[in-house]
């Protein structure tokens, strides 16, 4: 018997993939038309720029095994992602670093004179509780108030007192120079596009790609599904529904260079998104030679039951909500729940991707062995 993996994103395709390479048969299904799940690209037809279509994913990681694998389905261009944040009518550098600092107080100050200035400005809370108390034990009320209170309360629709710490916390604060979004050594975009990339992953002898297709109509046996759709959705939402993100793009087209970089965030909350993306810049190889630009602005909204889910929003009701889910997939067998959708966590794509083999490893060791294969090799509840 096949086996069914369900989601033809980073999670489905590396498992997919690990299982075919081993021998077994494996069917890959997916409801869109397209590969790689959130993380698709496209060239947009009127411009010829190479678009993030769900918005912008920039591949970054500090896993050797992870950055391997990427690379052995296509080349990967170096890509550093710089944020710049528009606040009270000022153009300042994110994440929040000595440029941001001086230029926000307007002040001259070296690294050592600025933790101790900052340090002035913070709040010491032993244990955050939440985004603001991180926010405020971090950065301070000015830094919280200008760049993150108002873009939070637009990207989740909630108060950040109402929010985890964690979400702050996948943000650094440095006192240098350094104005690199995100500090793993490997940062790169791939050349050919992401959904290139997933398409490669998932080209091999014993996978048949079906897309167009749901899981919920299917009609055939499987030796073992695994499912990195929306966990309360394999249970037909009998529980309830967990909150979800999701969000809008505006699209704009112009001539030239709009704005100079590839992501500037709006901070302000009356700005009634929350960032502008213009993909040309992800792809600076090829940027140079193409001279119409695309950009989204993005506006983040409720997940509402026909939308795509994005950001798992994971409150405390939601988190009780899970935990039935959980309960309720821990007494099924024949299924694993893989990825973001599938555990309900916020999860980079590096992350997704050493998951997905971690977990392909671990279930070719259970049919090796014929022991049963784990419902969840991440479990949701512990990276609440
Ligand atoms: N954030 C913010 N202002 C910014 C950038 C980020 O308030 O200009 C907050 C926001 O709550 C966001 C979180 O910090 O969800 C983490 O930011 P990150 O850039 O990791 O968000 P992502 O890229 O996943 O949307």
Same mark, same amino acid.
């Given at each position: ?200 992953? *998932? $080209? ?8 167009? %297709?749901?899981? =919920?109509?299917?009609? /055939?046996?499987? &030796? ?122 916020? *999860? $980079? ?8 083999? %971690?977990?392909? =490893?671990?279930?070719? /060791?259970?049919? &090796? ?16």
């Amino acid at each position: 018997m096949r086996y069914c993996i369900v989601g033809a994103g980073f999670s489905g395709a590396v498992i997919g993939r690990a299982l075919a390479e081993a021998g077994h048969k494996v069917l890959v299904i997916d409801e869109r038309l397209h590969v790689a799940g959130n993380c698709h690209s496209q060239r947009d037809p009127q411009t010829g720029v190479m678009t993030h279509v769900y918005g912008p994913h920039i591949f970054h990681t500090g896993d050797e095994r992870v950055w391997a694998y990427v690379q052995r389905f296509g080349a990967m261009r170096p890509y550093r992602h710089r944020v710049q944040a528009v606040a009270g009518g000022m153009v300042y550098s994110l994440p929040v670093n000595l440029l941001t600092i001086n230029q926000f107080f307007r002040k001259v100050m070296g690294p050592e004179e600025a933790r101790a200035f900052v340090a002035t400005k913070t709040r010491p809370i032993s244990n955050p509780a939440n985004f603001e108390e991180q926010a405020l034990s971090m950065i301070g009320a000015d830094f919280y108030e200008a760049f993150f209170r108002g873009y939070t309360r637009k990207q989740w629709g909630l108060d950040p007192t109402q929010l985890p710490a964690s979400i702050l916390k996948r943000l650094p604060l440095r006192f240098d120079y350094d104005d690199s979004y995100f500090a793993h050594p490997h940062q790169a975009i791939p050349e050919r596009g992401y959904t290139e990339l997933v398409a490669a992953i *998932l $080209d091999t002898p014993n996978l048949e790609l079906r897309l167009g %297709a749901r899981f =919920e109509d299917l009609t /055939e046996a499987f &030796a073992h599904v695994v499912y990195s759709g929306p966990i309360d959705r394999y249970f037909h939402y009998e529980l309830g529904r967990l909150g979800y993100r999701t969000l809008d793009f505006e699209t704009i087209r112009a001539k030239g260079d709009y704005q100079g970089t590839a992501v500037v965030n709006y901070c302000d909350e009356a700005t009634p998104y929350t960032r502008i993306t213009e993909h040309k810049h992800f792809a600076p190889w090829e940027k140079v030679k193409i001279e119409g630009t695309i950009l989204y602005r993005e506006f983040s909204r409720f997940c509402g039951k026909n939308d795509i889910p994005y950001y798992p929003i994971r409150q405390t009701n939601e988190e009780a909500m899970l935990k039935k889910y959980v309960d309720r997939a821990m007494a099924t067998p024949g299924v694993t729940f893989v990825g973001r959708l599938g555990s309900y966590r916020y *999860l $980079d794509m590096d992350v997704t991707i050493g998951e997905a083999l %971690a977990a392909a =490893e671990a279930m070719l /060791e259970r049919i &090796a062995t014929t022991a049963d294969i784990p419902v969840f090799f991440a479990p949701p509840l512990q990276h609440a």
